[in-house]
């Protein structure tokens, strides 16, 4: 019983890191149609990049933070991520640092 409640849970995990993961931009706005950040965030789509931004329309549109993946993995270094982002999941819990940054000051 318990061996099957595992199995089933580590076979639940691997689905869920099969559809969350993404190894391109295009991949990652596919991904992303099935979840999407918190309105906190903006997307902004370019040919390389996609970022999020959180703006402060308060403030003259100022943007507060960011977070941007690159299509090139070795441009990640750059802007100093804890990771290289494969998958949403890893994605969410950047931005949603990002964000309880914002909302605890």
């Not at 099969?18 to 391109?24: G, I, L, V």
């Not at 943007?63 to 494969?86: F, Q």
């Amino acid at each position: 019983m318990l061996e099957a409640a595992i199995s089933e849970s580590v076979t639940l995990k691997n689905k869920e890191d099969r559809e969350a993961s993404f190894d391109s931009l295009t991949e990652l706005s596919s991904v992303l149609k099935n979840r999407k950040p918190s309105p906190f965030w903006t997307e902004i789509k370019k040919e390389s990049t996609t970022i999020f931004a959180n703006i402060d329309v308060e403030c003259g549109h100022v943007i507060k933070s960011s977070v941007v993946i690159c299509s090139h993995t070795e441009d990640l270094w750059k802007y100093r991520l804890p990771m290289a982002i494969k998958n949403t999941i890893d994605l969410f819990i950047v931005l949603d640092e990002f964000q309880s940054l914002k909302t605890t000051q």
